[in-house]
């Protein structure tokens, strides 16, 4: 038997297939299937941020059984799996993922359609049940400290006023634009409660045309 026939029969037999009987592949889709679920209600509960994606919250679901899919089908043959990476490794997403913990999110379905493909079932499970935990946890726990944008416009005669108010308050300078006739200020504040009377005593200074409080998120101001 020369080395070619070698290959044939072990590399490039396709009857590895049926090592993937119908039952392991409804096992692993099912499980794919609540995970992914479960993956989706723990988005929803624990979301912060300002504007909530029902499709980007779905795309968990798809994502962790197309995982399932991909993992069954690489298993079975090493000439498929290299093709997959290779059909994979030219794909490019394009949309910008603003926040971290989606990233979290992605790379959790990942993980579990991943285990689930793998027919690690308790590792899937156990594994998410954990991770959904920990996410709602700390999704819950009261933030004690908020940071704000505090935006100041005025003009030079406010300068010496406004300078002795900021500095009673916990703020840092984020930018500051001087334009023909009127100054504006942008100033980091972090408050542990929701007393903003410093706005209107601010508000108040001669001046002062303008101000603004909005909450900072680190990316945007919602």
Known sequence: MGFQDVIKQSVLKLEAFRTISYLDMVLGLAFSFL?????YWIYRKSFRGVVYSYNYNVSFVLMTMITTLVIMTISTNIVLSLGMVGALSI???RTAVKDP???VFMFWALSAGIACGAKVYPLAVGGSLII???LLYMSKRKVREQVFLLIIRHTEDAANELRGELAKLKTKLKSKTVRKGFTELTVEISLRDDNTSFVQKISEITGVNDVSLVNYTGDYAQ
């Open 35 to 39: 995970i992914g679920m479960f993956i």
């Open 91 to 93: 794909v490019r997403f």
């Open 101 to 103: 913990l989606d990233i």
């Open 132 to 134: 959904g935990l920990v």
